[in-house]
């Protein structure tokens, strides 16, 4: 196992909180003693350090001094790409979206060649990304295709409460019915079982929220619950899983937070999000999971209304690098000989900023 675990830590969107929060967290050497290689523009950066009032001794490498062996100290990688005079704070442009891209593409680039135990980034504008690349979905299409990833993976919501997983995420809801099968319910609760036992559940109690009020009320409502998410229920009881479900939707978070459940399987993305996000916005964590290193950020967003007036709560921000690194930690010490790195981050970071790289 490594001696120090490395986080790749990428900034996101130029415009909202992201800088301020990313200064926030390394005045603060959140997550220490792992070491912390962050990617992005000094300048956007040191505009951030200002606003947040805070200095940083954190020192800044050129791409030629990236080697082959892992990072063993933080430090700022300057990839030079997003000039914070050109940007309007509380404004998505493609300029902002496009050095967020790059410096998430670099993260997950670093952390697939093993430079890297985990990658965090602080919040991204999607708005502001489709500006830069008009094919631009969501993070999980992103690092699909930055990977070459042969598995889809998923977000889940994290509090210390409850977790939340999600069966659809950024689709309309005018599709969510259609796109439910059994096999995508199932292989959910699949990926949230194998995820939470790496995060030390051993056997994670999982309530599974209905598509429909009152859980169709017997075909009067629907007939999804009955027809799709129960048959899923009983398959991942066969495979002796602790989940319990089609619950009404109103009801299932409330018996989870009383102690019922770990984590609730919702099938669209605002079923969970309202209530993790009223339960504790401050605190919350986003995590894509099912790959080969966990992804974290902070669960809320780039708050354009308040960028730059240094009032920034970075309190998601400490739980996501923490998750992270506990992640990280529990799969390394799983594995008795990691992988060594396999390519130089500058080989990386150059082929994550040629135009070919965005296609």
């Known amino acids: 196992m490594q001696e120090k675990l490395v986080v790749a830590f990428a900034i996101g969107d130029p415009a909202g909180l992201s800088p301020e929060l990313a200064a926030r967290l390394l005045a603060e050497d959140v997550g220490a003693p792992a070491v912390k290689l962050v990617i992005g523009d000094r300048r956007v950066l040191d505009m951030g350090a200002n606003h947040a009032g805070v200095s940083l001794d954190l020192p800044t490498v050129s791409l030629d001094a990236l080697g082959s062996d892992r990072p063993a100290r933080s430090c700022f990688v300057d990839l030079g790409n997003c000039d914070p005079a050109a940007i309007e704070l509380g404004t998505a442009s493609a300029d902002g979206g496009r050095s967020a891209l790059a410096n998430f593409r670099c993260a997950l680039l670093a952390a697939h060649a093993g430079h890297a135990d985990a990658v965090f980034f602080t919040p991204f504008n999607k708005h502001a990304m489709r500006l830069a690349e008009s094919d631009y979905v969501d993070e999980i299409g992103f690092v699909n295709r930055t990977i070459h990833a042969t598995r889809n993976g998923s977000e889940f919501n994290v509090l210390d409460e409850v977790w939340n997983a999600r069966c659809t995420s950024h689709i309309p809801l005018s599709e969510v019915a259609g796109a439910l ?73 409330v018996r989870a937070l009383k102690g019922e459940f770990d984590a609730v399987l919702t099938m669209y993305h605002d079923q969970g999000q309202i209530a993790m996000k009223l339960v504790g916005f401050d605190r919350g964590v986003t995590l894509i999971a099912g790959y080969p290193f966990p992804i974290v950020t902070p669960a809320h967003g780039t708050a354009y209304d308040i960028a730059g007036q240094g009032i920034a709560n970075a309190g998601a921000g400490r739980k996501a690098i923490e998750l992270g690194l506990m992640l990280a930690a529990r799969k390394n010490e799983a594995e008795e000989n990691p992988p060594p790195p396999h390519q130089t981050l500058a080989a990386l970071f150059r082929q994550a900023l040629e135009p070919s790289a965005a296609a």
Request: aromatic content about 6%; proline content about 7%.
């Open 181 to 253: 099968s059994e096999e995508r319910i199932f292989e959910s609760l699949r990926l949230t079982v194998e995820t939470m036992q790496g995060a030390g559940f051993a056997r994670p109690r999982i309530g599974v929220a209905a598509l429909n009020p009152h859980a169709g009320d017997g075909g009067n409502f629907g007939t999804e619950d009955d027809a799709i998410i129960l048959p899923a229920v009983e398959r991942a009881v066969s495979h002796q899983m602790a989940v319990t479900g089609p619950i009404p939707s109103d009801t299932v978070f």
